[in-house]
Nanobody, 123 residues
Framework: QVQLVESGGGLVQAGGSLRLSCAAS????????MGWFRQAPGKEREFVAA????????YYADSVKGRFTISRDNAKNTVYLQMNSLKPEDTAVYYC????????????????WGQGTQVTVSS
């Protein structure tokens, strides 16, 4: 069992930056691929970014490529999402997720989910 707790969300102006963190419980964090997803009001949850067990592979949605960076610190059981050049369309609840397989874009590839953190980007 893995419990995930996101933090770092908030209100920011367009063009600004935020760093989200996701702290995981348990001693097997390094055996999980980690992903970030987001869900805007009235829309389906969508993939944002993913990182492999060791951090050697990363994968991004086209909409955030070049602006967002995912990273992880296995010693701290934490995954991060650095978000730069934020746009109003990035406004959503952001969720982190843990998966035992490498299926980065698919919601079904993740076994555990956090409760989410709100990110609001004003124009």
């Amino acid at each position: 069992q893995v419990q995930l707790v996101e933090s770092g969300g908030g209100l920011v102006q367009a063009g600004g930056s935020l760093r989200l963190s996701c702290a995981a419980s348990g001693r097997t964090f390094s055996s999980y691929a980690m992903g970030w997803f987001r869900q805007a009001p009235g829309k389906e949850r969508e993939f944002v970014a993913a990182i492999s067990w060791s951090g050697g592979s990363t994968y991004y949605a086209d909409s955030v490529k070049g602006r967002f960076t995912i990273s992880r610190d296995n010693a701290k059981n934490t995954v991060y999402l650095q978000m730069n050049s934020l746009k109003p369309e990035d406004t959503a609840v952001y969720y982190c997720a843990a998966g035992s397989s490498w299926y980065p874009k698919g919601i079904s590839g993740y076994d555990y989910w956090g409760q989410g953190t709100q990110v609001t980007v004003s124009s």
